[in-house]
């Protein structure tokens, strides 16, 4: 997931939304009184299952929807602001920073907890033990490189910060550690796992970001406005389907393994159980979790990040009735 690293793509949103279509655009309504229209999503991984399934849902209720996968949020908020999607899911970074240019999209549910945890080397406890050590980071730009300068800017006295390295995904990332060739990076819970079940060395927790930076939440779903308003009704069964969806795989980790064998067939990981219990044990699954206090902490990190302009609030980025309709 990455911040601020495409701006240039995304002024072109400013221009498409005063031209994206008013009237339906977004989404046909069908001589049955069903809907048609578009779902994207980018690179689906674990995260992404729960919302095939409740897209699954919808159709069995009748409705058309289309799925799109994608390489990056960028293009989801291009299609967005255009009409081409009616609703997408991934990093809320792009998401604000589209609004901020006057996008027309909200956030209306959410992705997953913030799931990221800094791990480090034997003896790596704090953020001062980092000092002028090799720092994995997936890009500059990344959401989690961006949690953990905030922490490092917090928690490191005296100007002390690790060398930052650049190196991949959390799960290169995580090879690079057990090599040797970082002490401490972030990762996601997939990888976290497996860090843990590689028995070759002892790896600590230094820091989580889900209790450390509790109101940032850095994935979301969000929709095209005129969707929301336009086809309330069809917005409203998607969201209530997803929260259904997290409320099964919560009363059950088994069935989070079973989405994953049904929607990424080609996904396999070796600890998939132990990735599905960490998942629900941790409480990550809640499509319902947003609330006006915890997207305004998500907004006032990013402003914080650099990501976007202090000044931003809640109302203005995400409508929050769906969730609580949901409910």
Not at 77 to 86: C, N, P, S, V, W
Not at 276 to 299: C, D, K, P, W
Request: hydrophobic share 45%.
């Amino acid at each position: 997931m990455h911040v601020g690293t495409h701006l240039k793509r995304l002024i072109a949103v400013a221009a498409v939304t005063a031209v994206t279509a008013c009237g339906g655009g977004v989404a046909t309504t069908n001589p049955d009184g069903t809907r048609s229209f578009t779902v994207a999503v980018i690179e689906p991984d674990i995260t992404t299952v729960p919302i095939l399934a409740a897209v699954d849902d919808l159709r069995q209720a009748g409705h058309k929807v289309e799925i799109v996968e994608l390489a990056e949020p960028e293009l989801a908020m291009e299609g967005l602001a255009r009409g081409d999607y009616a609703i997408s899911a991934e990093a809320t970074s792009p998401a604000l920073i589209a609004i901020e240019q006057n996008a027309p999209i909200k956030i209306i549910a959410d992705v997953i907890g913030n799931q990221w945890a800094v791990y480090g080397k034997p003896g790596i406890s704090t953020c001062d033990d980092l000092d002028g050590r090799p720092f994995g980071i997936f890009s500059e730009g990344a959401v989690a490189t961006a949690m953990a300068k905030d922490w490092v800017r917090a928690q490191c006295k005296g100007g002390r910060q690790p060398e930052y390295l650049t190196i991949g995904g959390s799960d290169v990332r995580a090879q690079a550690l057990l090599a040797g060739e970082i002490d401490a990076t972030p990762l996601e819970v997939s990888d976290v796992v497996a860090l843990e079940s590689s028995g070759k060395s002892k790896f600590s927790q230094v820091v989580d970001f889900g209790k450390s930076l509790p109101d940032l939440h850095p994935q979301t779903v969000y929709a095209n406005t005129e969707f929301l308003t336009e086809h309330r009704e069809v917005a409203q069964e998607f969201i209530t389907a997803l929260v259904r969806r997290h409320a099964a795989i919560n009363a059950d980790a088994k069935y989070l393994v079973d989405l994953v064998a049904k929607y990424l067939p080609e996904e396999k990981p070796a600890d998939m159980a132990k990735i599905a219990e960490r998942y629900v044990s941790s409480g990550l699954f809640n499509a319902g979790a947003l609330t006006e206090a915890n997207v305004q902490g998500t907004i006032d990190f990013f402003a914080r990040a650099g990501v976007i302009k202090p000044g931003m609030k809640a109302k203005d980025v995400a409508d929050l009735s769906f969730i609580q309709a949901a409910k």
